[in-house]
């Protein structure tokens, strides 16, 4: 613990891979007074963030939003399109994909996991082929969809799913297509229309830098028609009531008010800035924290560098040091959290985010608190992240100095 009764002066770096760091504008939109959420103004607030959706989805279709963790979205993605005993394929990219097979198997789906053997799974990205491979196998078409995550968060990879779509294309498999792009959305290039997804799930606390607390179903026209077909019992996800009365700007209950005056400030930050600065922004700042990295001398999680997250880097820590043990130092001394290893490579490798409200300077206050306490913690680095992120910030310009 840091001192009791005192709040650390400065700001606390939150560097895990979401929440993120939601910026003073947003705060300030979600401190407005909570407004009669069955009255006009709240119409209009409704529709514009419902727009405003579609456009960060890029999609043309509805976009339902739900106030839930995103864990609440994987599940009305499931429930309002599967029955259960349908028979699901799921790709193991990592923890999070790991998380939604078991929710899926609670809920009485059939899944079949597919990944890469040992640690490999978690150190890359779906492999397309092998899901082209099994949909062909399965003649009969007993495989109903095919769940994948977009931005693997306990590892930081960033999987290529318009891949996943030439796959079922190619399988001529009828199987629905449903992504997880909890993390990845407004921080990594996502198209739910022009990649044929039809039901891509999100939430607000990671590149929409909103605290937690909404979470999102894009659908497309494959999507509603399976909800209608579907048998499962749901009241609270049910997509029916929500798109009826989404189409007049309201909820069939009560939606949350100021998370969605956030939303509508975070939606108009992304979309006056460009949604391809944005991600060109979230690329360099990777590139910068993966350059600290490997001037290290450590190991990025991710083992393919045409997967590498934009959103947030794994670092693995050498054989026989706890990597839980050096984020407690960088907390205790530094006050900058990190994420933890989670399932199977807790302890083996820590998460740094740079997502939500980041800049050059917090990134290398970032990497600066780690090579202090790798240090700290007795860990041998081979040479200075600092001076390797400051030599990639300084010649790659961004930010406001755009070229
Ligand atoms: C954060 C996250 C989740 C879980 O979302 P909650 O809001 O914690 O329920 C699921 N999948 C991915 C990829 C995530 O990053």
Known sequence: MLTTNAHPTGRHFLQIPGPSPVPDRILRAISSPTIDHRGPEFGRLGLKVLADMQAIFKTQHPVMIY?????????????????????????????????????????????????????????????????????????????????????????????????????????????????????????????????????????????????????????????????????????????????????????????NTNLLYGLSEACDMLLADGLDNVFARHQRWAAGVRAAVTAWGLAIQCADPAVYSPILTGVMTPEGVDADAVRKVIYERFDCSLGTGLGKVKGRMFRIGHLGDSNDLTLVATVAGCEMGLKLAGVKLAGSGVQAIMDHFSSHPGGLAKP
């Open 67 to 255: 106030p839930a963790s995103g864990t609440g979205a994987w599940e009305a993605a499931l429930v309002n399109t599967l029955n259960a005993g349908d028979h699901v394929l799921m790709y193991e990219t990592g923890h999070f994909a790991f998380l939604w097979n078991r929710l899926a198997t609670q809920l009485g789906l059939k899944t079949e996991v597919l990944s890469l053997p040992g640690l490999e799974g978690w150190r890359n990205g779906v492999q397309a082929d092998l899901i082209e491979q099994r949909l062909k196998a399965d003649s009969g078409h007993s495989i109903k969809a095919v769940c994948v995550v977009h931005n693997e968060t306990s590892t930081g990879v960033t999987s290529d799913i318009a891949a996943v779509r030439r796959a079922i294309d190619a399988a001529k498999h009828p199987a629905l297509l449903l992504v997880d792009t909890i993390s990845g959305l407004a921080g990594a290039d996502f198209q739910h229309d022009a990649w044929g997804i039809d039901v891509s799930i999100s939430g607000s606390q990671k590149g929409l830098m909103l605290p937690p607390g909404i979470s999102f179903n894009a659908l497309s026209p494959k999507a509603i028609e399976a909800s209608k077909a579907c048998k499962t019992p749901r009241s609270y996800w049910g997509w029916g009531e929500m798109l009826e009365m989404n189409k007049t700007g309201y909820w069939p209950s009560t939606p």
